[in-house]
């Protein structure tokens, strides 16, 4: 079984939408870390935010926003009044004790001008 | 600071001939992580380190697949011999962890080596 599912392989939206990119973890542990990354098309994988299982208070850095509920696994991540160069892959992650460190298969976002 | 350092950027070799990725992780991590990516299988882990000391290589594709880490600041993947379904984009990551639980902290990750393998 996937340890981080992100049902959604590719979203386009128009520029200026709000968009929200689904993570549903599966973890028997209760001390985790979850993550999300953006690859935007030079290839670089860059780190976005961390999460600790114990925080569950939602985060907004920006146009980014991310909400965290641990009753329905769900690490989601939403951005508003989107842009082009929001056009990447983005990847949700999952760490569990004794790093066990695990990638979803990531959602391509593209945004249209 | 540095991030994680990878050589060469861009790797151009023929079938059957050795392969070795380089890779600098960011100072005073103590975990270090390879990556292939492909669009058909996305990104796998091949292997990770703890403290230099491999834990989980159940990802290495088979025997011609070799990684070392001989110190905390230098790592290897070696592939011997090269094969067409070796291209890739080969990426490493490096990491901190939570000293009481051992949880991974955030990877940060170098800028790759595309492999082409003719």
């Known amino acids: 079984a996937q340890k981080v599912t992100q049902a959604q392989t590719e979203i386009s939206v128009v520029e200026k939408e709000d968009v929200t990119l689904d993570c549903v973890y599966e973890t028997r542990d209760t001390t985790y870390y979850l993550f999300w990354y953006k690859q935007p098309p030079s290839g670089e994988l860059v780190f976005l935010i961390r999460?600790?299982?114990?925080?569950?208070q939602n985060e907004i850095s920006g146009r980014y926003s991310w909400n965290f509920q641990k009753s329905t696994s769900s690490f989601n991540f939403t951005i508003t009044a989107s842009q082009v160069v929001d056009s990447a892959v983005y990847f949700c992650?999952?760490?569990?004790?004794?790093?066990?460190?695990?990638f979803g298969t990531g959602t391509s976002l593209t945004v249209i001008p | 600071d540095a991030g994680v350092i990878q050589s060469p950027r861009h790797e151009v070799t023929e079938m059957g001939q050795e392969v070795t990725l380089r890779c600098k992780p960011i100072?005073?991590?103590?975990?270090l992580f390879w990556y292939r990516q492909t669009m058909m299988r996305g990104l796998e882990l091949l292997i990770y380190f703890n403290n230099n000391v491999p834990i989980d290589d159940s990802g290495m594709p088979e025997d011609r697949f070799s990684a070392k880490m001989p110190n905390a600041s230098f790592s290897t993947l070696k592939i011997q011999p090269s094969e067409p379904r070796d291209s890739a984009v080969y990426f490493c990551?490096?990491?901190?962890?939570?000293?009481?639980?051992?949880?991974?902290?955030?990877?940060?990750f170098g800028p790759g080596t595309r492999l082409t393998v003719t």
């Open positions: 992650a999952l760490s569990e004790i004794g790093n066990q460190f695990y």
């Open positions: 990551a490096s990491s901190s962890r939570n000293r009481d639980t051992q949880n991974g902290y955030e990877q940060y």
């Open positions: 999460r600790n299982s114990f925080d569950e």
């Open positions: 100072s005073g991590h103590n975990s």
